[in-house]
């Protein structure tokens, strides 16, 4: 079974500040993942995924997000955070049963 | 934009009632995913159509069935709502290559209020 957890349901960051957005993972086989961004009553955009090879992805917007095995971990990361970074961000992981697994998204706030 | 379009964006139905959500798959995708978000909570998985046959199912009671036509557009139907049932549904486009599948694209939502 996979799970996805990702740590504070709301993070606050001032416009400029670094982004931290963590998310550990469960899977009992390797596991492909992603960071997904929600704007409010709009779906879900690809920021990143992790599949195999490098374990640093670069995304979409200034983010990346480092996939670490030892820790079971996927945080994103953005060094200047913009206004427009304001979301919900989901992480979610997908193994061989095709179907992502959603981890319960953090909701970024920007402060100016 | 996506290329994976749901209709309808919005609709108020009454508890008991029953519902149809449509997607059109992003051209050349032959996989739908439709998933379910609660308000405040993550998309939980409700099932997978590939080549028309349902591949994969979530913790979803029966009378949440679904289709997949020639074209690989989709349908969620909801039989017997009930107030629980409130929430934005999102469909998700990917094409199956083998055991894996590609990338997947997600539509704007169905958004979904039993009364």
């Known amino acids: 079974a996979q799970s996805v957890t990702q740590l504070g349901s709301h993070v606050s960051v001032s416009e400029g500040a670094l982004v931290l957005l963590r998310c550990n993972y469960s899977?009992?086989?390797?596991?492909?993942l992603f960071w997904y961004v929600q704007y409010p009553n709009q779906g879900l955009q690809l920021l990143l995924k992790?599949?195999?090879?490098?374990?640093l992805v670069k995304g979409i917007n200034g983010f990346e997000a480092e996939f670490k095995k030892s820790e079971t971990s996927f945080h994103l990361t953005k060094p200047s955070a913009h206004m427009s970074d304001a979301a919900e961000y989901f992480c979610?992981?997908?193994?061989?049963?095709?179907?992502?697994?959603f981890g319960p998204g953090t909701r970024l706030s920007v402060l100016p | 934009e996506t290329g994976v379009t749901q209709s309808p964006t919005h609709l108020i139905k009454t508890r008991g009632q029953q519902v149809t959500l449509r997607c059109s798959s992003q051209?050349?995708?032959?996989?739908v995913s439709w998933y379910q978000q609660a308000l405040g909570q993550g998309p939980q998985f409700i099932f997978q159509?590939?080549?028309?046959?349902?591949?994969g199912r979530g913790n979803f009671p029966p009378r949440f069935s679904g289709l997949q036509f020639p074209n690989y557009s989709s349908e969620l139907n909801v039989n017997a709502l009930e107030l629980d049932d409130s929430a934005l549904y999102l469909c998700?486009?990917?094409?199956?290559?083998?055991?894996?599948?590609?990338?997947?694209?997600f539509g704007q939502g169905t958004r979904l209020t039993v009364v």
């Open positions: 899977s009992s086989v390797p596991p492909y």
């Open positions: 051209s050349g995708h032959n996989t």
């Open positions: 998700a486009s990917s094409s199956r290559q083998g055991a894996m599948n590609t990338e997947a694209f």
């Open positions: 159509y590939y080549r028309e046959e349902e591949n």
């Open positions: 979610a992981v997908r193994g061989y049963g095709q179907n992502f697994v």
């Open positions: 992790y599949t195999t090879g490098a374990t």
